[in-house]
């Protein structure tokens, strides 16, 4: 539906563009200079980023510490808490012009690493290291593929073989939108995995950023603690992984559509990625120019 609107889009071409640009950066992953620039086992890191970056950022900082490879913190760079100490600290920012993170960058005083989609920005010559991923860089202001891409540089840096992860996404790119998933009016998204609570928050973003839609985001087991109210014959609820048991008869009994799937959660975001353009154009929208929102957030006085 709306295919020919649709191909016309920035958005849809660097959502399409995610499988190719998660093959490169699971090659780079390897390349010595990138692992030199990120977290070593055993370092105490905090990881900053603002919007999309930043729950990206709460998705790694999870797994890393899930792996046991050191305590690992996410912060909105607004709230980033300087009294603590840390060995490392991580900046994500696609534009490299973000206002809060430029200010956590002057400010810090232990090493730190940006990962950015445009180099020779004020975050790249503030950081120590840089990872630069320009072939993931976009044009549209709604981010996709620099913040998954990202993601799976920082997964494969883990150690993650993520060879299914990209099959799934080609699949979540081939499988057909249908009309049931496409007109709902309310939409919430469901962290069934503790990595993947930020995927669930950026899949909520997403609609609202590019749809304007109604859209909630939870960890999963926190939905039967209010949340469902909500629920009714107008809501669609997708969950990130594996849900609680029994969950998925009470979204039925509140009349909600229900989606969990067998696929790795960030290939999951990829689908929500294509629904909330589906969605935009169905409601007149044009997803490369969403209302009230520029590619980078420049506050008066920043460079």
Known sequence: MHTSSAAQLHTTAEIASQPACWRRAIA?????????????????????GCGTSFFMAQAYARLREDEGLGETDAFAASEFPFSRDYDRVVAL?????????????????????????????????LADQVVALEFADERSVVQTRFATTALVLLRAHL????????????????DPLTPDLVERNQFTFLGGAPWTTGLAAEAAL????????????????????????????GSLVWVFGTAPEGLELDVAGAGGRWIARDRDPLAELVAVHRLAVEVALLRGLHPDTPRNLTRSVILDGTP
């Open 93 to 125: 920012s696609r534009s490299g012009t973000t206002t809060e993170v430029i200010d956590v960058l002057r400010r810090l005083r232990v090493p730190t690493t940006a990962i950015v989609g445009t180099p020779g920005t004020p975050v790249t010559e």
């Open 206 to 233: 997403k609609m609202r950023e590019a749809s304007l839609s109604w859209a909630e985001s939870y960890p999963a087991a926190e939905y039967r603690h209010g949340p469902i109210a909500i629920t009714d014959e």
């Open 28 to 48: 780079l992953a390897t390349d010595p200079a990138v692992v030199a620039a990120l977290p070593a086992r055993g370092e105490r890191v905090a990881v900053v």
């Open 159 to 174: 150690g993650e073989r993520l060879d299914r992860a990209v099959l799934d996404a080609e699949q979540a790119l081939a």
